[in-house]
């Protein structure tokens, strides 16, 4: 098993996270085929993703992004480009949505 964990503050507030959660995991379902389920907290989200040789769990707040995701041993070679990738498509929807500007 190898895992990828990634963590991003953000001052979004908790409604626009919520926002972005759901377009990346959109974007990663229809890409991925991963199936998704949410669960609504008052101050956090937990949304869990999976498919065959992937699982994961995005903490979604007002704050911060945290992203924990377990690959299988067939996907395990593949954790550079998924970890690389997994960062880059998140920073690019909250960058966006920060009106082009970082927010670390």
Known sequence: MSDIHYERAHDLGLAR????????L???ARKLGL???????????TITF???GVKGTMLVSGT???LDITLGAMMAAFKPIVKAEVSR????IIEKASGGSSAA
């Open 26 to 28: 959109d974007d990663a």
């Open 50 to 52: 999976e498919r065959m």
């Open 89 to 92: 498509n998140l920073e690019r």
């Open 64 to 66: 911060e992004f945290t």
């Open 17 to 24: 996270a919520r926002e972005l959660a759901r377009e990346w």
């Open 35 to 45: 199936s998704c389920q949410t669960q609504t907290g008052e101050t956090q989200d």
